[in-house]
């Protein structure tokens, strides 16, 4: 072999490395804008299943509001009706004693 000959052999090779190392580094920045997509990707995702999970959390407690002043109303409509009840109790006690002081003075 002639040193002419690996002389351009050499440089093409030389060459042919250069382009390989040059689709090489378009392949590595192609790799990491494809990596930073994902990441903001990701990001969005993690932030929308937050603020879905946040969401929840307040219609949860929404509902458990709800329903503990359902508990409430409820139980106070019950505690209402026993007082009325027993208040009309006391009323029919108080027409008898009246009834009987009037018998006992009046007579």
Do not use: P, Y
Request: proline share 0%; hydrophobic share 45%.
């Amino acid at each position: 072999m002639s040193a002419a000959w690996v002389g351009n052999m050499d440089k093409g090779v030389m060459v042919r490395l250069a382009e390989v190392e040059d689709a090489a580094a378009v392949l590595v920045e192609k790799a990491q804008e494809q990596a930073q997509r994902m990441r903001e990707s990701a990001e969005a995702a993690g932030e929308t299943l937050v603020k879905e999970a946040e969401g929840s959390v307040v219609e949860a407690q929404e509902q458990a509001w709800h329903e503990a002043c359902a508990r409430i109303d409820a139980q106070r409509r019950e505690a209402c009706g026993q007082l009325e009840r027993e208040l009309s109790v006391l009323e029919e006690d108080v027409e008898r004693f009246e009834a009987f002081l009037d018998g006992f003075f009046f007579g």
